[in-house]
């Protein structure tokens, strides 16, 4: 088992990547705590996942703008588990529109959740990993932190963000014992993606050698390799999980 007894918090694991996430960590036998906002469907699907896992799964209502409710989740994690070897800042959202049509709303709420929610879990995530002296910090980029797109200012800055931050963090947390990295998807099938107009989904699909869209296990499988003892050495790094996307662009 690769995470026995690792306590894991996953942001927005209530569906796609996270959720993915959540069942492959329980599978490796971690205690899992999905962290999703409260109108989710978070706390059923923990629900499931806590029958299925023998009381391994739990559902904490939280909203990664709120730093309230963000440190919060971790005292819930250090009450009820004991300690935090492991989290996936995973949640996000998306946002396709012509910069000139994107109000200062839309802009500031992309990189509050994607950018500044990150920081904020990260945060609260090294006041617990340094009194341990480890652990682990896993953040969600994309291939759009390392690439532009039209129509996706916000996003592409917040993911752009998210890859430079996890290298200023992993080198200000490596002295105390405490590794982060980031994971950079290409299009994968999740909720986020069935949003989408089909015929632009067959273009996204085009861009991507292996042919096809991701699926969420895909990353899923990424973010264990990192969270777990078997990424000892890999800090700062960000992980392509893209089928090729950016190969060819470097
Ligand atoms: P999903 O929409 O399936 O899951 C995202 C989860 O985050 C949802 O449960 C969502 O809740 C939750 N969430 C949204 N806002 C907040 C918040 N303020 N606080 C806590 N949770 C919140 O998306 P994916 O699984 O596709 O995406 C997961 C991550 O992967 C994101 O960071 C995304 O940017 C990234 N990514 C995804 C790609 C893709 O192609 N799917 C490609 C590259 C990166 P609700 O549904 O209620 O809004």
Redesign the pocket.
């Known amino acids: 088992m690769r995470m026995q007894d690792k306590n894991v918090i996953i ?9 993915a996430s959540a069942k492959r960590c329980l599978e490796e036998g971690a205690n899992v705590i999905i ?3 409260a ?4 706390s059923a699907r923990a629900a499931e996942l806590d029958s299925t896992f023998n009381g391994r799964c739990l559902f904490c209502a ?4 709120q730093t309230a409710s963000v440190d919060q989740l971790f005292d819930t994690c250090v009450t009820e588990l004991g300690s935090v070897d492991a989290v996936f ?6 946002g396709i529109q012509p910069s000139i049509d994107v109000s200062d709303e839309d802009f500031l709420r992309i990189i ?3 950018l500044n ?1 990150v920081f904020r879990v990260s945060r609260a995530a090294m006041r617990v990993m340094y009194r341990q002296g480890s652990g682990s910090i896993v953040n ?5 932190g390392v690439f532009g797109q039209s129509e996706t200012a916000a ?1 592409t800055a917040a ?1 752009g963000g998210v890859v430079n931050m996890t290298r200023a963090l992993a080198i200000e947390a490596a002295p105390k014992g405490v590794r982060v990295n980031a994971i ?10 069935a949003e989408l107009d089909k015929e632009l989904v067959q273009g996204l699909i085009s861009l991507h050698p292996i042919g096809r ?2 699926r ?1 296990e895909e ?1 899923a499988n990424a973010f264990l390799f990192l969270a777990s003892d078997e990424a000892s050495f890999v800090t700062g790094a960000n992980l392509m999980v893209d089928g090729g996307f950016t190969a060819g662009k470097s």
Do not use: H, Q
């Open positions: 942001t927005g694991g209530a569906s796609g990547i996270g959720l962290a999703d906002l109108s989710s469907e978070g939280c909203d990664v703008t800042n995973n949640a996000g959202i998306g509050d959740i994607n929610g969600c980029a994309s291939i759009l996003y993911k950079g998807p290409g299009y994968i099938d999740t909720p986020l993606i869209l991701g969420s990353v």
